[in-house]
């Protein structure tokens, strides 16, 4: 079984552009979610979807944005970017529950110019 | 705290064992977890355990887990350099598929 996959792995952005990243999860997982790696702030969580709705929402701006397929596939977009926005962006697929183990993605990382 | 905390540094010898320790926030938490990450890669599960057990483990890896003093531990048995690598423990919170993750423990293996 293929295992969480991310495009683009690199991207390289300036400041006031914006961004979309993607994610599809393992087959037969439902619920993707989205983390920021930085080296000062370490992983946080900035959302999850599930049945292309968003279930839980970390403590981001809103220039952070998601949605969610219904084929389970899923998107992250930031607008208006900013030099701060620059890191690894990791996503993670589950079955379904509530606290259900999460398998993530190889991530892309972000740079901004 | 609100911090998931974690010693940031461990250096072994290959063929020691590694004790990874972790002190996590939320008593509520269902599953802990333990995930590896190698150096330009994603986050790798290694291993998780349900918040009822004291103890798992799974080949070289064991988990113990003190729910009294929110204390969570990873033991790397006969550690080898492909150990190498990150790892962060990490805590379900609020009863969702959010995760607070400690900033990780650098895992150094010599030889």
């Known amino acids: 079984k293929a295992g969480v996959t991310q495009t683009p792995r690199y991207l390289i952005k300036t400041r006031g552009q914006q961004v979309t990243l993607s994610c599809s999860p393992i087959?037969?997982?439902?619920?993707v979610s989205w983390y920021q790696q930085t080296p000062g702030q370490g992983l946080q969580f900035l959302f999850e979807?599930?049945?292309?709705?968003?279930?839980n929402k970390g403590n981001f701006p809103g220039r952070f944005s998601g949605r969610q397929f219904s084929n389970s596939r899923s998107e992250m977009n930031v607008s208006t970017l900013e030099l701060g926005d620059s890191a690894l962006y990791l996503c993670?697929?589950?079955?379904?529950?509530?606290?259900?183990?999460?398998?993530f993605g190889p991530g892309t990382r972000l740079l901004v110019l | 705290g609100e911090d998931v905390e974690q010693s940031l540094f461990l250096s072994v010898r290959e063929g020691d064992s590694s004790v990874i320790n972790c002190t996590y926030t939320?008593?509520?938490?269902?599953?802990l977890y333990w995930y590896k990450q190698e150096p330009g890669a994603g986050l790798q599960l290694l291993t998780y355990?349900?918040?009822?057990?004291d103890m798992k483990q799974d080949q070289r890896l064991t988990v113990l887990l003190n729910k009294k003093d929110k204390h969570l531990s990873l033991r790397i048995a006969d550690t080898q350099t492909g150990d190498s690598a990150i790892y962060f423990c990490?805590?379900?919170?609020?009863?969702?598929?959010?995760?607070?993750f400690g900033a990780g423990t650098r895992l150094t293996v010599k030889p």
């Open positions: 993670a697929s589950s079955l379904a529950d509530i606290q259900e183990t999460q398998y």
């Open positions: 087959s037969g997982h439902r619920s």
């Open positions: 979807y599930f049945s292309e709705t968003q279930r």
């Open positions: 939320d008593s509520s938490s269902t599953y």
């Open positions: 355990i349900f918040s009822n057990m």
């Open positions: 990490a805590e379900s919170i609020n009863g969702n598929n959010d995760m607070r």
